[in-house]
């Protein structure tokens, strides 16, 4: 007799096999290959599925980034934007900051790390994205 799950692991469980389902292709087309997400109660009976699931745990125990970045039209990079939303970083993008001794002490989008002065800095609060401060040169 299987034992049942927590609410909170259950719900872990549903939500990956649905994001399996729809993001691999495979097994939407080949109904054998369900059969990879059969849960003993504890785990994945398939190690490399376990392992997927661990991954997708924790990614949705990690909070979204809350700092994000647009790359302003007088910057010398100002031509990334395109780039940064077609290789999916979008734009705005999450940032970090980072250590550096170069001046470039934002790490994310495609460029891979930004000056301040060309960048506008956004906060996400509520789901919506509000300017904190502005880059550029100064006036």
């Given at each position: 007799m299987q034992q049942q799950l927590n609410p909170e692991l259950q719900q872990a469980v549903t939500d990956f096999r649905e994001f399996a389902r729809e993001h691999w292709v495979k097994l939407s087309k080949n109904p054998?290959?369900?059969?990879?997400?059969?849960?003993?109660g504890q785990r994945f009976e398939v190690e490399l599925v376990q392992l997927a699931?661990?991954?997708?745990?924790?990614?949705?125990?990690t909070p979204a980034p809350q700092l994000?970045?647009?790359i302003r039209e007088d910057?010398?990079?100002h031509h990334q934007i395109d780039w940064?939303?077609?290789?999916g970083h979008g734009h705005p993008f999450p940032v970090a900051f980072r250590a550096?001794?170069?001046g470039y002490v934002l790490a994310g989008g495609a460029g891979g790390a930004y000056r301040m002065v060309d960048v506008d800095?956004?906060?996400l609060h509520e789901g919506e994205l509000y300017r904190v401060a502005?880059?550029?040169k100064g006036k």
């Open positions: 054998l290959a369900i059969a990879l997400l059969e849960f003993d699931f661990e991954a997708f745990q924790h990614q949705a125990h994000f970045a647009s910057s010398k990079y940064c939303i077609h290789n550096a001794l170069d800095l956004h906060v502005e880059g550029g």
